[in-house]
């Protein structure tokens, strides 16, 4: 069984649209993030979740809603898409309250056009 | 601005050498990690060491840590081209209450030909 896991892994759509994408983790963790991967590789915390409370936001744009309905569940949802959120986005999971190693999703790679 | 810079950007070795990567960090931390990425693929753990550890191994991984001088290092010995990926050090600070957010360096490109 996948620890952490994302969908979709692919996900391509036009500018404007709006889009989600889904992460689960079966490791029984508290903690869930959300990272963009640019093309560069520069990996940037976006959101960190606590039991499903909002700890960390890093001044992402306000089109970026995380959504955690329960602890094992963040999702994302993107609203009006541009080319620049063009990347790759990761989850991940934590436990300790992200003191500890974390889990990495797959990722999923979002191409806006 | 960053807190974890990895130096070098790139690194191509032949299979067999050591490989070392350092990471250098700007605030006080309270664990530093390594991790690595395939292409195309997500992070994996490597090792973690605590700000009250100063050496740890694990397999043909050799981590340092100095905290005085706010740098780490990385080490792979008798490196292997299952070995080529990128390598990112990670560190723990404050994220509010107790909690931390992971902070990641742009990484090293560490490429092992055969």
């Known amino acids: 069984d996948t620890a952490v896991s994302q969908t979709p892994k692919y996900l391509v759509t036009q500018m404007g649209n709006d889009k989600s994408i889904k992460c689960e983790q079966n490791?029984?963790?508290?903690?869930m993030y959300w990272y963009k991967q640019d093309s560069k590789k520069f990996l940037k915390i976006m959101f960190s979740?606590?039991?499903?409370?909002?700890?960390i936001n890093e001044t992402v744009p306000n089109r970026f809603s995380p959504k955690s309905p329960d602890k094992a569940h963040l999702n994302l949802h993107i609203n009006s898409l541009e080319l620049g959120d063009s990347a790759v986005y990761f989850c991940?999971?934590?436990?300790?309250?992200?003191?500890?190693?974390?889990?990495f999703g797959q990722g999923t790679r979002l191409t806006v056009v | 601005s960053q807190q974890g810079e990895e130096d070098p950007q790139a690194l191509s070795i032949q299979e067999g050498e050591n490989a070392t990567m350092n990471c250098s960090y700007k605030?006080?931390?309270?664990?530093l990690q390594w991790y690595r990425q395939n292409s195309g693929r997500g992070l994996v753990h490597l090792i973690l060491?605590?700000?009250?550890?100063r050496e740890k191994h694990s397999g043909r991984l050799r981590v340092t840590l100095d905290t005085s001088k706010k740098s780490s290092s990385l080490l792979i010995t008798a490196s292997r081209a299952a070995d080529t990926a990128s390598y990112f050090c990670?560190?723990?600070?404050?994220?509010?209450?107790?909690?931390?957010?992971?902070?990641f360096g742009k990484g090293t490109l560490l490429t092992v030909n055969p």
């Open positions: 991940a999971s934590s436990q300790a309250g992200g003191n500890t190693e974390a889990f």
């Open positions: 990670a560190t723990a600070l404050p994220g509010g209450g107790s909690n931390y957010k992971l902070t």
């Open positions: 490791l029984g963790h508290d903690t």
């Open positions: 605030t006080s931390i309270n664990n």
């Open positions: 060491i605590r700000s009250n550890e």
């Open positions: 979740y606590n039991n499903k409370e909002l700890i």
